[in-house]
């Protein structure tokens, strides 16, 4: 895609687009990746606009075009055109400050993504786009603050895990009527790659709205139909023209419980796993508002880990925790069993990647913003069973060598999979004497409120590392859906044996679907979460449930008695 811009014209242009604010909700036949039946008018701009990524001064801003009734999402159809964009900071676009033309193609499946620069910082901002007489919805973002500002707080949506199978997306509908946030932090799996009745709703996997296209998605036409089926959701659609996102993938963005070289979700006759990979990534980066190697272009890198500061006030490092990992450690008995499997603790396996982890090393350091917050796509705090102090784990494995080093891990899938990555990331913290560091996690459908010990057998007379919230998921089923249980029956037992086997874990909800908000200040960090009703219902409301906090320098959780205000 080429992109030019050129200077604002000091007249006025375009007397009103307030008309153009809602995103509109998509039809039958778009939904379905289809053309428009005849005497139907045609929708340029049918999948909605988006933002991501802020910094100072600068955002990332996206859309999809269809330019013709053909040139449906995987068709490979459809001509070249020119898309036209603006920033305004005001809805009307009197105050136009930025604007150019983007170049966008079948190649790239008609998409459009500008790195939006030369911005005011900490600014709201508006934006559309254009081709001919068709104008986009508008959009609205918001950009970081300088490095030297020192902001009052910072408030993010944090989110993860919507299956559109398994229910409407009404955490993104009450996330996207609050006017408090600055950006929504979504921790992955943002789309499900799976076929219509396959993990849906409930025990018995109904499907609330099923899957396009109706099987499995593996090629790269499946991954670009599957995003765009659920960018036409109006509560996503809504959100996204809401805030800007910051993103990473989990395991669905390209098949379950994948790895640097597979996944249990990846069978031989699907073909070539890096292959199919490399396709979901290519969509990936064609369809999120997402900086890939650093940069808005489509197809010149990978790399998701990143980091963006918000003045003084804080830093957020998005790790990337399924390209680099290695293969999970066979268990012996089924999840959530635990595993006494020592091979969970070989320095030589890890999550992250050397190159990753060293990279995280790095910007965990003293001198930066107060709050280390940790985009986490998968749960770092040990989880685990049977524990023993360290000083005598490696005495028993000097003569056994069958001991992980942590416990028995019950989800060897995270952290305590991987524990010499962890353990080498936790000895950083506290040789370097860093505090307010805070990781951020989705994946697991649950919401968690934990203390991070450095070593879990003596905790709580041993320090720890920092603390880490846990989102619940949007729809994906938990604990009381898969068991077909009542909410707060069965999961209260299975809480109270974790919890009691593990002091760390403070809090902890199987059973609730919702959306959490973070506050930053510089006395404390508040995750307050927020549960929704019936998936199946598109108007299910939304309450608080819970509020944990972590004072500054504390390095510990609390219960709080509201939600932020």
């Not at 029956?489 to 009691?500: D, K, M, R, Y």
């Amino acid at each position: 895609m080429t992109q030019t811009s050129r200077p604002v014209p000091r007249r006025t242009i375009l007397a009103s687009a307030g008309a153009l604010t809602a995103a509109t909700a998509a039809s039958a036949a778009a939904s379905a990746g289809v053309a428009a039946k005849p005497g139907q008018e045609h929708r340029v701009f049918q999948h909605g606009v988006a933002s991501g990524d802020p910094r100072p001064g600068r955002v990332v801003l996206w859309t999809r075009v269809t330019p013709s009734p053909d040139a449906t999402p995987g068709s490979g159809r459809g001509s070249a055109v020119d898309v036209e964009w603006e920033v305004a900071l005001d809805e009307r676009f009197r105050k136009v400050v930025r604007r150019g033309t983007a170049r966008t193609s079948a190649a790239r499946d008609h998409t459009v993504k500008i790195d939006a620069t030369r911005l005011a910082p900490d600014t709201w901002h508006f934006y559309r786009f254009r081709v001919g007489r068709h104008v986009s919805p508008v959009g609205r973002t918001w950009t970081a603050p300088r490095a030297t500002a020192s902001p009052d707080n910072l408030r993010l949506g944090v989110v993860s895990c919507a299956n559109l199978q398994a229910g409407h997306f009404s955490a993104y509908r009450h996330l996207a009527k609050r006017d408090d946030l600055h950006a929504i932090l979504h921790l992955g799996d943002y789309l499900y790659e799976y076929g219509p009745g396959q993990y849906g709703y409930g025990q018995s996997d109904v499907d609330v709205r099923s899957h396009v296209p109706a099987h499995e998605m593996v090629s790269l036409a499946d991954y670009r139909q599957r995003h765009a089926q659920y960018k036409q959701d109006p509560d996503l659609q809504a959100l996204h023209a809401r805030y800007p996102f910051i993103v990473t993938w989990d395991d669905h963005e390209v098949t379950n419980d994948q790895w640097a070289e597979g996944a249990q979700n990846h069978q031989a006759a699907e073909g070539d796993y890096a292959a199919r990979r490399a396709r979901a990534h290519r969509a990936y980066d064609e369809w999120l508002p997402v900086l890939m190697e650093g940069t808005a272009q489509v197809g010149d890198g990978t790399r998701l880990f990143r980091e963006l500061t918000f003045g003084k006030l804080a830093q957020l490092s998005m790790l990337d925790l399924r390209t680099h990992r290695d293969e999970q450690v066979p268990t012996t008995t089924p999840s959530p069993v635990p595993t006494l499997e020592a091979r969970v603790s070989d320095p030589e396996r890890t999550i992250t990647g050397r190159a990753q982890l060293d990279w995280l090393l790095g910007a965990l350091r003293r001198a930066r913003p107060q709050w280390k917050l940790v985009g986490n796509p998968v749960m770092i705090a040990p989880v685990t069973f049977a524990q023993l102090p360290t000083d005598l784990v490696d005495p028993v494995n000097d003569v056994t060598g069958i001991l992980p080093r942590d416990g028995a891990p019950y989800n060897v899938d995270q952290w305590d999979g991987y524990t010499d990555d962890r353990r080498e990331l936790f000895t950083h913290i506290r040789d370097r004497r860093l505090r307010d560091v805070v990781f951020l996690t989705g994946d697991i459908h649950s919401a968690w409120a934990c203390d991070l010990p450095q070593d879990i057998a003596t905790y709580p007379l041993s320090e720890s590392a920092g603390v880490e919230f846990v989102c619940s998921s949007v729809t994906s089923n938990n604990l009381k859906d898969i068991t077909g249980t009542p909410a707060r029956t069965s999961s209260l037992v299975v809480e109270g044996i974790i919890q009691a086997n593990n002091r760390h874990v403070k809090y902890l909800n199987f059973d609730d679907h919702g959306f959490s908000v973070l506050d930053v200040t510089a006395a404390r960090a508040q995750m307050d979460w927020f549960v929704i009703g019936d998936r199946r219902d598109p108007a299910a409301p939304a309450s608080w449930s819970a509020s944990w906090a972590t004072a500054s320098g504390a390095n510990h959780v609390v219960p709080v008695a509201k939600p932020v205000a």
